[in-house]
């Protein structure tokens, strides 16, 4: 079992910065694909970034791409998003979630989740 914990997140004015941290624990993540997914207020959750446990490779969604930056710590059992030019419409709970295998963008494929940190970006 791997439990996931989310921290940093708040509020923010439109171009500003946050950064996101997951931490694990029950077992190392050093061999689980990591990733982030968002939602909205009436609206699905839907994928954001995700890592690979092999070699690293990073993933994105188009509406983040150039903005987020994913990153991994495995020896601090750790995950980060790193969050820049933040516009109203990210304003979402931001959940870490992982799984055995690679990246993927479909919530339902993924193996265990935090319970989520409010973003919320104002205009």
């Known amino acids: 079992q791997v439990q996931l914990v989310e921290s940093g997140g708040g509020l923010v004015q439109a171009g500003g910065s946050l950064r996101l941290s997951c931490a694990a624990s029950?077992?190392?993540?050093?061999?689980?694909?990591m990733g982030w997914f968002r939602q909205a207020p009436g609206k699905e959750r839907e994928f954001v970034a995700g890592?690979?446990?092999?070699?690293?490779?990073?993933f994105y969604a188009d509406s983040v791409k150039g903005r987020f930056t994913i990153s991994r710590d495995n020896a601090k059992n750790t995950v980060y998003l790193q969050m820049n030019s933040l516009k109203p419409e990210d304003t979402a709970v931001y959940f870490c979630?992982?799984?055995?295998?690679?990246?993927?963008?479909?919530?339902?494929?993924?193996?265990?989740w935090g319970q989520g940190t409010q973003v919320t970006v104002s205009s």
């Open positions: 979630t992982a799984r055995t295998g690679t990246v993927v963008t479909g919530s339902t494929l993924y193996n265990y």
């Open positions: 029950g077992r190392t993540i050093s061999t689980y694909a």
């Open positions: 890592i690979s446990w092999i070699g690293g490779s990073t």
